[in-house]
């Protein structure tokens, strides 16, 4: 496995893999760190569709607001590399913010459409931030196929739709999300949470089964402001919950429906503040 900080030595690396083999595929998973099975299982679905794996840890500064946890948002790198090497990724790339910014960024790749929702709304210039990181991380590693977790499906939407727009020549590849015994979603966040925080975000994950429960039962007529009302009170039963949004809308769309109906894809996302730490989770109900 090689550990690459450097631009020109990963581009480098991934010539001298490909050379003489134009059917050769680079299969890429961009992470901001502090990796769990979550991101273990996309390293799985590259090791298993691709010939090389890329993987990229960044902690991105231009996706975090001001107020924010870019500071203390969780870093640990030989963890890290422990993980990426039992999981068989080829090159790890680690860059420093001023490899990836040596300069102050004067463009920006902005999508529309798909972003002013959901926590496009709670996060005003986020997406911005994914998008133009990730668009120079493509730029870098020009892969065949990149993997991203289904948890924050707004963001897969956001990357799908770049790579459309642009005719960018790569396989965006929606993987499911990966789940705690308890039914957590996993996100590097967790570690934040207090013992009793912990406890009571699996109010997320109860919610989201409750409602593909109740649309189930109506058999794909419902109304979704009843179907709203029913999450939150669910959610309003943990006491430390702090809701910021609980959104119900066409996927991969992302427009608000109110009517849910047979023939339709909706993704059901919440995010849920315990104390100071902002969790996300979702389901997406295929009709």
């Given at each position: 496995?090689q550990?690459?900080r450097?631009?020109?030595?990963l581009?480098?690396?991934?010539?001298?893999?490909?050379?003489?083999?134009?059917?050769?595929?680079?299969?890429?998973?961009?992470?901001?760190?502090?990796?769990?099975?979550g991101?273990?299982?996309?390293?799985r679905a590259a090791r298993?569709q691709?010939d090389?794996?890329?993987?990229s840890?960044?902690?991105?500064?231009?996706?975090?607001g001001?107020?924010e946890?870019?500071s203390?948002y969780?870093?640990?790198e030989q963890r890290?590399?422990?993980?990426?090497?039992?999981?068989?990724?080829d090159?790890v790339?680690?860059?420093?913010?001023?490899?990836?910014?040596?300069s102050p960024?004067k463009?920006?790749v902005?999508?529309?459409g798909?972003?002013?929702?959901?926590c496009?709304?709670?996060?005003p210039?986020?997406?911005?931030g994914?998008?133009t990181?990730?668009?120079?991380?493509?730029?870098?590693?020009?892969?065949?196929?990149?993997?991203?977790?289904?948890?924050?499906?707004?963001?897969v939407?956001?990357?799908?739709q770049?790579?459309?727009d642009?005719?960018m020549?790569v396989q965006i590849?929606p993987?499911?999300?990966?789940r705690?015994?308890?039914?957590?979603a996993?996100s590097?966040?967790?570690?934040y949470?207090?013992p009793?925080q912990r406890?009571?975000?699996?109010?997320l994950?109860a919610s989201?089964?409750?409602?593909?429960?109740?649309v189930?039962?109506a058999?794909?007529?419902?109304?979704?402001?009843?179907?709203?009302?029913a999450?939150?009170e669910?959610i309003?039963?943990?006491p430390?919950a702090d809701v910021?949004?609980?959104?119900?809308?066409?996927?991969?769309?992302?427009?608000?429906?109110t009517?849910?109906?047979?023939?339709m894809?909706?993704?059901?996302a919440?995010?849920?503040?315990?104390?100071?730490?902002?969790?996300?989770d979702?389901?997406?109900?295929?009709?």
């Amino acid at each position: 496995m090689q550990v690459i900080r450097r631009i020109d030595e990963l581009r480098a690396a991934i010539r001298k893999a490909r050379a003489g083999n134009s059917a050769l595929r680079v299969g890429f998973v961009p992470t901001m760190g502090y990796l769990h099975e979550g991101h273990a299982s996309l390293l799985r679905a590259a090791r298993e569709q691709c010939d090389v794996v890329v993987l990229s840890i960044f902690v991105n500064p231009l996706q975090f607001g001001p107020n924010e946890d870019l500071s203390r948002y969780p870093r640990d790198e030989q963890r890290d590399l422990a993980l990426a090497e039992k999981e068989q990724a080829d090159i790890v790339f680690l860059p420093g913010v001023d490899e990836m910014y040596p300069s102050p960024t004067k463009t920006v790749v902005s999508v529309s459409g798909v972003t002013e929702r959901l926590c496009g709304a709670s996060r005003p210039g986020h997406f911005d931030g994914v998008a133009t990181v990730v668009m120079k991380l493509f730029n870098m590693v020009q892969p065949d196929a990149a993997f991203f977790g289904q948890k924050d499906a707004q963001q897969v939407a956001v990357i799908e739709q770049m790579a459309a727009d642009l005719n960018m020549p790569v396989q965006i590849v929606p993987c499911p999300i990966v789940r705690e015994q308890d039914g957590l979603a996993m996100s590097s966040r967790n570690v934040y949470l207090e013992p009793e925080q912990r406890q009571q975000a699996l109010v997320l994950s109860a919610s989201l089964k409750m409602a593909e429960r109740l649309v189930a039962e109506a058999r794909g007529q419902m109304d979704a402001g009843e179907l709203h009302k029913a999450i939150l009170e669910q959610i309003r039963q943990s006491p430390m919950a702090d809701v910021d949004y609980i959104e119900i809308v066409a996927y991969p769309a992302l427009q608000p429906v109110t009517e849910i109906r047979e023939g339709m894809s909706i993704l059901i996302a919440l995010a849920v503040k315990f104390g100071k730490t902002r969790l996300i989770d979702n389901t997406i109900i295929r009709l």
